[in-house]
């Protein structure tokens, strides 16, 4: 059997919006795109949201309307995707990593106040997987010291803390719509806030800092005349893209279910494991569980993780590993980041594996995928 780690699920009723747009004779940003935002917006049950072509592009203009600038200092978890990292450095800003929790891999937020100097201006936090991060402290952190939060929530569409869900709690949340992530829109991201100062400047900046949105200015109501108000970027998304966005929010809830019994499937089989470390989370969060991650105990096995990747790929199972932590990368050494200030991340680091959970996946394919790993561990205790 061959599993692939990730498979869109793409029917018809997308293949059909997007071939319907293409008829269209408007492909570009337009009335597809205000359509997904304003689905989006209601999803969310927030006031605003700001369409991009990257979650990238959504967290750097987050960070932008912000006011972000060179010198000050952002606060991130050092395990997560280098985007949430690279969009402080486009600020000549610094990226300050914090630490993660060994359980639940999220940023440690008992780490964060002794990291905050005068230069802190910002906090990302990241749903790791899908599982919301501590926000109560990070909130009461961010209130007391006066500093910003910008949720990185490329992995939790949907995701609930105490009840409220992941998009409405934070100054500006960015999701990602990327072809891995929960829904997609081939690329794409989408900032939200409740700040209609923040989303107006957001929406200015995201097409070159025009005045009015090209749709706007080439309708019947329009004209050819725009200002620049602020010198800006090319970061807007297309109607073919939010074509298959808005199929695909229609149907996040029914991807996110399908996602949730493979997870239960997997805590199932793994709890009673002494080698496999299933993924836990919290009981006052639920998670999107965009990624699976089993942890290795690595005390009880004679081969390490890397070996253990090989054996799943051997028998045809593709798995990944979410994330080198940061500061391992050669752009970062000039940061005073180094492996020994971070044992939470090193020791997840070495035992990690994501398991492939995509809605489309059969009962076949996750018994497989539970017996294979089991059989792995079962073969090679030390
Ligand atoms: C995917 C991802 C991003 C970036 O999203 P893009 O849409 O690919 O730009 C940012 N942060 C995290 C944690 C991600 O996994």
Redesign the pocket.
């Known amino acids: 059997m061959q599993i692939p780690f990730h498979k869109s699920y793409i029917t018809e009723d997308e293949i059909t919006a997007v071939t319907d747009t293409l008829r269209s004779g408007w492909i570009t940003m337009g009335k597809k795109t205000r359509e997904f935002e304003n689905s989006f917006s209601e999803y969310l049950g927030v006031k605003n949201s700001v369409s991009f072509n ?6 750097h203009l987050a960070l932008k309307v912000l006011n972000i600038k060179e010198g000050d200092e952002v606060m991130l978890p050092a395990m ?2 280098a ?2 990292s690279e969009v402080i450095t486009y600020f000549n800003a610094k990226p300050v990593f914090i630490d993660v929790d060994k359980n639940t891999h999220l940023m440690d937020v008992n780490k964060i106040e002794e990291k905050i100097t005068n230069k802190t201006r910002a906090i990302i936090p ?1 749903h ?1 997987a899908g599982q919301p991060c501590d926000m109560e402290e990070v909130l009461d952190i961010a209130k007391r010291k006066d500093l910003f939060i910008v949720d ?1 929530a ?2 939790s569409l949907p995701s609930w803390y105490k009840k409220k869900i992941i998009g409405s709690i934070s100054h500006i949340t ?1 999701f ?3 072809a ?2 929960t829904i997609t829109a081939g ?3 989408m900032a939200v806030t409740q700040n209609d100062d923040w989303a107006e400047r957001m929406r200015l900046l995201r097409l070159h800092g025009l005045s009015k949105d090209a749709w706007k200015r080439y309708s019947d109501r329009g004209n050819w005349e725009y200002d620049v108000v602020e010198p800006g970027y090319k970061y807007n998304t297309t109607d073919m893209n939010s074509a298959l966005g808005i199929e695909q929010l229609k149907k996040v809830e029914d991807m996110w279910k399908k996602r949730e019994k493979i997870a239960a499937k997997y805590n199932d089989a793994f709890k009673i494991n002494d080698i496999i470390i299933p993924y836990s989370v919290k009981n006052d969060r639920v998670s999107s569980w965009h990624l699976y991650p089993i942890k290795l105990m690595l005390e009880a096995l004679s081969i390490d993780r890397n070996h253990f990747i090989d054996e799943l790929q051997q028998r045809g199972i593709s798995t990944s590993v ?2 080198i932590p940061l500061y391992r990368f050669s752009c970062y050494r000039n940061v005073d980041n180094s492996i020994d200030k971070f044992p939470g991340c090193e020791w997840v680091f070495d035992r990690i594996i994501s398991l492939p959970i995509f809605p489309a996946m059969t009962d076949d394919e996750i018994n497989y995928v539970i017996e294979n790993v089991i059989d792995i561990a079962g073969k090679n205790k030390r």
């Open positions: 990257s979650g990238t592009a959504a967290l997560t995707f985007a949430t990241v790791y990185d490329a992995h960015c990602s719509f990327y891995t992530k690329e794409g991201g979410h994330f």
